[in-house]
């Protein structure tokens, strides 16, 4: 059996920022485990710019943003094993691996960081009728093809979901020569960034079907064609409404879901909310020495946060080798009124600092009020103009309101304000 | 007097914009956040531009992210990928190189990662 101090399982931009963070705060034996054959994870087929604006002020490609997460792991001479797929977590912090030149090895470790990131959801998620065939992939899948493969999917397609990944793929296929002839969005609204509609949809004038859905995929070996059907207020298709698209290609970009198979396997309580592990404020799940980051934890509208989140998870590892096992004073942060999640789920009282808590709401809120409060006493009070489900809201709470807390901590939004 | 209303591509806030036009010289920008939204708008209302990005094929067959190291305007697009797709560069390339001088004047396509 291998020891290490911390390992990393996922190379990706949550993993690369952990391992650099746990090295600067003084533990020197890291292994990150990374199942491709280079660093980066899934910023590598994101070939589009505009990462990096919050936290390099700089507007750069997916690559380029790995790169600079790359370079300091490198720098370090923080290990990496390439190629190599984790089997499984235990409790006692034992990561059983394999790769081609080693075969399956057992790796002890003394803290692990979670940081394998989502995947998406897929056709099946969603139960869309018809044809079984050849011409429909998730939206990253078809910008894995085109960006890293080099091989147009298709030529004459349809996007089903308004996610960025979609939209960005929207116009990737359409610089590459394909005609993109809808994106279909269930939702009054479309659950991508608004600079994407602008600049993915509208430059190309690719049209976008608010309130409407895929009601039937026709084909006998490849796609030949899709019924769209608009929807009402329940999302159930309208009657009538129906318009039949042909084409080739059917892209879903339909949500994604943190990859949390080792963390079941390992007994870590996950969130039924954010399918991801339920966290202490410094990121350490309920099974003491795993730590989780990035979109492994709670899906992120942006790398930038990706980095950020994952340099405190390294932080946290790193005290946890050098310092040993903490006693926790936890009390329990509650999503209240109009919020789909708030994360850390527990609160460490002993932990000393402020704490970030990281939300989103469940619907679309205009001139609203985020309130955090402890019981019935209200700690902290923001008004808000506009609060959406796309964009992940946060608010600080200041060290002396949580050494103040004596009951639960509740999260909520109040409307009209 | 004409007023254009944009949204802002330059981050993920996405504000919403307006401009106001006398013939072609911009009145004023209201809405914006920050100075580049401000450059955004009024850049947008006479002459639209967009970085461009993209992929080479390399010798061995795997693809290279690229981009155009400044804005392009957004009617060149399709005409750029048609130049570009015509590009095959020779490994080693390091992110930064320089794959296609002038690609447009002053403009040129460069790596945006490692090619091994």
């Known amino acids: 059996?291998?020891?290490?101090?911390?390992?990393?399982?996922?190379?990706?931009?949550?993993?690369?920022?952990?391992?650099?963070?746990?090295?600067?705060?003084?533990?020197?034996?890291?292994?990150?485990?990374?199942?491709?054959?280079?660093?980066?994870?899934?910023?590598n087929q994101c070939i589009h710019n505009g990462f990096g604006l919050t936290r390099f002020k700089?507007?750069?490609?997916?690559?380029e943003y790995a790169y600079k997460f790359i370079e300091e792991v490198q720098k370090r001479g923080i290990e990496v094993s390439l190629n190599t797929t984790v089997l499984s977590l235990t409790k006692d912090k034992v990561?059983?691996?394999?790769?081609?030149?080693?075969?399956?090895?057992?790796?002890?470790?003394?803290a692990v960081i979670l940081a394998m990131g989502c995947r998406e959801r897929s056709r099946g998620a969603l139960n869309v009728a018809?044809?079984?065939?050849?011409?429909?992939?998730?939206?990253?899948?078809?910008?894995?093809?085109?960006?890293?493969?080099?091989?147009?999917?298709?030529?004459?397609?349809?996007?089903?979901?308004?996610?960025?990944?979609?939209?960005?793929?929207?116009?990737?296929?359409?610089?590459?020569?394909?005609?993109?002839?809808?994106?279909?969005?269930?939702?009054?609204?479309?659950?991508?960034?608004?600079?994407?509609?602008?600049?993915?949809?509208?430059?190309?004038?690719?049209p976008l079907y608010l309130s409407h859905t895929i009601t039937r995929i026709d084909g006998d070996k490849r796609v030949t064609g899709v019924e769209i059907s608009a929807v009402d207020s329940d999302k159930k298709p309208i009657k009538g409404s129906e318009k039949y698209i042909k084409c080739d290609t059917v892209l879903f970009s339909v949500g994604l879901i943190p990859?949390?198979?080792?963390?079941?396997?390992?007994?870590?309580?996950?969130?039924?909310?954010?399918?991801?592990?339920?966290?202490?404020?410094?990121?350490?799940?309920?099974?003491?020495?795993?730590?989780?980051?990035?979109?492994?934890?709670?899906?992120?509208?942006?790398?930038?946060?990706?980095?950020e989140e994952s340099e405190l998870a390294g932080k946290s590892a790193s005290e946890y080798v050098l310092n040993g096992e903490a006693e926790k004073n936890a009390i329990n942060c509650i999503a209240g009124a109009n919020l789909s999640y708030v994360l850390p789920q527990r609160i460490d009282k002993n932990a000393g600092g402020s704490v970030t808590l990281f939300?989103?709401?469940?619907?679309?809120?205009?001139?609203?009020?985020?309130?955090?409060?402890?019981?019935?006493?209200?700690?902290?009070?923001?008004?808000?103009?506009?609060?959406?489900?796309?964009?992940?809201?946060?608010?600080?709470?200041?060290?002396?309101?949580?050494?103040s807390i004596v009951g639960e901590l509740t999260v909520g939004l109040e409307e009209g304000v | 007097m004409k007023k254009i209303s944009?949204?802002?591509?330059?981050?993920?806030?996405?504000?919403?914009?307006?401009?106001?036009?006398?013939?072609e010289r911009v009145v004023s920008v209201a809405g914006n956040t920050c100075p580049r939204g401000e450059k955004y708008a009024k850049a947008e209302v006479v002459c639209p531009k967009r970085v461009l990005t993209t992929t080479v094929?390399?010798?061995?067959?795997?693809?290279?992210?690229?981009?155009?190291?400044?804005?392009?305007?957004?009617?060149l697009t399709f005409n750029a990928m048609q130049r570009v797709s015509k590009v095959t560069v020779a490994s080693p390339i390091k992110i930064g190189d320089v794959i296609v001088k002038d690609l447009y004047e002053g403009i040129d396509l460069v790596a945006c990662a490692n090619s091994d």
């Open chain 1, 1 to 43: 059996m291998k020891n290490y101090d911390i390992v990393i399982i996922g190379g990706g931009p949550a993993g690369l920022a952990a391992a650099v963070s746990a090295y600067d705060n003084g533990v020197k034996s890291i292994l990150i485990l990374e199942r491709d054959e280079c660093l980066g994870g899934i910023l």
């Open chain 1, 359 to 403: 939300f989103r709401t469940s619907g679309v809120f205009k001139n609203c009020k985020i309130t955090v409060q402890d019981g019935q006493k209200t700690l902290l009070e923001i008004k808000k103009r506009v609060a959406v489900p796309g964009e992940m809201e946060r608010v600080n709470l200041t060290e002396d309101k949580i050494k």
């Open chain 2, 57 to 75: 094929r390399l010798e061995n067959g795997k693809m290279l992210p690229v981009k155009t190291n400044q804005p392009i305007e957004k009617s």
């Open chain 1, 95 to 110: 990561v059983t691996a394999i790769n081609s030149q080693e075969g399956v090895t057992l790796i002890k470790a003394k």
């Open chain 1, 130 to 206: 018809g044809a079984r065939v050849a011409g429909i992939y998730s939206a990253g899948t078809a910008q894995k093809y085109v960006n890293v493969k080099g091989y147009l999917p298709g030529k004459d397609v349809v996007i089903l979901g308004s996610g960025d990944i979609g939209l960005i793929m929207a116009r990737r296929m359409t610089l590459e020569g394909a005609k993109v002839h809808a994106v279909c969005e269930i939702m009054p609204h479309s659950s991508g960034l608004k600079r994407n509609i602008v600049q993915c949809l509208n430059d190309f004038d690719i």
């Open chain 1, 259 to 307: 990859e949390n198979e080792l963390s079941k396997e390992a007994g870590i309580r996950l969130s039924p909310k954010t399918k991801g592990a339920e966290v202490y404020q410094n990121r350490e799940t309920d099974v003491s020495g795993i730590f989780a980051c990035g979109n492994v934890l709670q899906v992120h509208d942006l790398v930038d946060f990706v980095s």
């Open chain 1, 58 to 63: 700089e507007s750069m490609t997916g690559p």
């Open chain 2, 6 to 23: 944009l949204t802002c591509v330059e981050c993920p806030l996405g504000c919403d914009i307006t401009v106001e036009l006398d013939g």
